[in-house]
């Protein structure tokens, strides 16, 4: 059986390029594409499911991958990938900014941890908030879900030259606008409420001059806030979750699915 060389590239770049998309999705991607999932596991899961998927792939260009026209087809490879996942990690990003806003206000801003995901110190309330994102990431089957738009983004944007449009690279740039709204979103409930107690503790120093605010509120505040963040925690479960579906649903309207 004669093969010639352009025969060998054209095959080596119908299994390359999947896996690119596939790759740069999980490096982007919550959960899977943090620090705590070994980079060996990344790429053997990029290699299966690259192999699982092409034969369900439409017909993909015998470009040679070493070509020109093969970097501008990896580079848009790369750039659906990203755009599928990164999505979602707005999202994480949004908790995380939630968790820190209500950390300063109870005062634990200082109470810091370092998150093992994303290797940066972060407050105790910011990690509870990421633990609590994950999980619920996990029980919609979230990670699922992006398998299957991976899939589905094969046929509504084929392996080609182009790709992502720049009406695409608006969306995700206006979604990160979302980030921080879904963020004062998930923490104004306890913000308000702190804002309430420290106005009460500013209006007990006011008639009770002789009252240490700073060896009494400190303290009440921070129990306070515990209370209140007891309080309020079943109030962020559908903020999340609806936060999620919405990052889903622009994931989708990128692929065109």
């Known amino acids: 059986m004669d093969v010639d060389f352009a025969e ?4 080596v770049g119908s299994l390359f390029w999947p896996m690119m998309r596939i790759g740069a999705m999980l490096l982007a991607m919550p959960v899977i594409g943090t620090r705590l999932v070994p980079t060996r596991v990344k790429v053997i899961t990029t290699l299966v499911l690259a192999v699982t998927v092409l034969p369900l792939l439409p017909e ?3 470009v040679e991958a070493l070509s020109i026209d093969g970097l501008f087809i990896s580079l848009q490879q790369v750039l659906i990938g990203v755009g599928i996942g990164f999505t979602l990690q707005l999202v994480f990003g949004a908790l995380m900014i939630a ?4 950390a300063m206000s109870m005062g634990l801003g200082f109470a810091s941890m370092v998150d093992p995901a994303n290797g940066v110190n972060v407050p105790v309330i910011s990690q509870l908030f990421i633990i609590m994102g994950t ?10 879900l ?6 589905s983004s094969f046929e509504t944007m084929p ?3 182009h790709g992502l449009e720049r009406i695409s690279f608006w969306a995700i740039v206006a979604w990160g606008s979302q980030m921080f709204i879904g963020a004062v979103w998930v923490a104004i409930p306890a913000l308000i409420s702190m804002l309430v107690i420290t106005l009460s503790m500013g209006v007990m120093t006011r008639a009770a001059p002789q009252l240490n605010i700073f060896s009494v509120g400190f ?12 309080l309020a925690l079943p109030s962020f479960l559908p903020r999340i979750n609806q936060m999620m579906l919405e990052a889903m649903q622009l994931s989708q309207g990128i692929i065109g699915s």
């Open 8 to 11: 060998a590239t054209a095959f």
């Open 60 to 62: 993909i260009p015998r």
């Open 99 to 102: 968790g820190e806003s209500i």
């Open 135 to 144: 999980l619920i990431f996990l029980a919609l089957g979230g990670h699922l």
């Open 146 to 151: 992006l398998i299957q738009l991976l899939v």
């Open 159 to 161: 392996v080609a030259a």
């Open 219 to 230: 303290p009440v505040t921070m129990f306070m806030g515990f209370i209140i963040l007891m």
